[in-house]
């Protein structure tokens, strides 16, 4: 009835060969002559202009802030399948996504096997995660015994990365109750690590993988997103928080916060981290 009208009657790609993610933030994004559309006013991540944008190539848009979106381009991002997560600035929060749709769901079935099997498929991929985070494959079988381990772990590099700056660590403390309590290195890990859990939830989103179903953490909602995020904790979330804290007390003017998701979406865009985070997603999950 309709044909032609927003490329409905084209075929879909499948996933395994689209290109992934796309960043838009600061304009519309819409639907021209059967295609998706943006319009960037500039000023921000994306460079002014309009842009013709793939939608049968990609996997997930990335909104950022200054977005806006309308219902044709949500029906053409929902017929091609193609996923849309409202972001902060460089993907350092995921304020909400629709169901990607995908054309496959392997990495969801095999998440639901291996979790549901506590006694061998949870710790074997809890197991991978520590092997990842720590360079080495511990011999452990208990998630106790692992946890502590990887406890004492974090405490070492805590006290090495602050050194290696320059900044004063006095240890991991923060109170839910009052948050800025806490001294400027604690503010900002807790500002980094909320930046990271948020690039973590939409390689989740991408990936159509159950963010209830964690390895290590289980009793959060988003317990897979945790898992994925403390993977990056050594090498990127511990770093550029105390490299913030340190920034924010030669600038206090700037605050800690503010300093804190700026070199956090920095750093997970210059890394593409995001997409890291997917690759690490479909290798914990893999046959073997």
């Not at 996933?15 to 921000?44: K, M, N, P, T």
């Not at 929902?78 to 496959?104: I, K, M, N, S, W």
């Not at 979406?265 to 593409?272: M, V, W």
């Amino acid at each position: 009835m309709l044909s032609g009208r927003l490329g409905l009657e084209t075929a879909r790609l499948p996933h395994a060969d689209r290109h992934g993610l796309i960043y838009l933030d600061r304009g519309r994004l819409g639907v021209e002559s059967g295609g998706l559309a943006f319009a960037c006013a500039g000023g921000g991540g994306t460079p002014a202009g309009e842009y013709v944008i793939p939608h049968q190539s990609i996997s997930l848009v990335m909104l950022g802030p200054g977005g806006s979106v309308s219902q044709d381009a949500l029906r053409l991002l929902a017929r091609h399948g193609v996923a849309l997560a409202a972001v902060g600035e460089d993907g350092v929060r995921c304020y909400t996504a629709q169901p990607l749709l995908p054309d496959f769901s392997h990495l969801a079935r095999r998440q639901a096997r291996l979790w549901a099997d506590e006694k061998k498929g949870r710790i074997a991929v809890a197991r991978r995660m520590y092997a990842l985070r720590l360079g080495e494959v511990l011999p452990h079988r208990d998630i106790a015994v692992l946890r502590g381990i990887e406890g004492a772990r974090v405490k070492e590099n805590y006290r090495l990365v602050a050194e290696k700056l320059g900044v004063v660590w006095n240890g991991r403390r923060y109170d839910r109750a009052d948050p800025t309590a806490a001294d400027l290195p604690n503010q900002a890990l807790n500002h980094v690590a909320s930046a990271v859990e948020g690039a973590a939830a939409i390689a989740v989103a991408a990936t159509a993988t159950i963010p209830q179903l964690g390895f290590i953490h289980e009793e959060s909602g988003q317990s897979f997103v945790l898992d994925v995020a403390d993977l990056f904790r050594d090498d990127l979330t511990v770093p550029t928080a105390f490299r913030a804290a340190k920034a924010a007390r030669a600038r206090p003017d700037l605050g800690v916060e503010r300093l804190a998701r700026r070199m956090a979406g920095e750093a997970l865009r210059k890394a593409s981290v995001i997409a890291a985070m997917i690759d690490r997603i479909k290798t914990l999950l893999e046959e073997g």
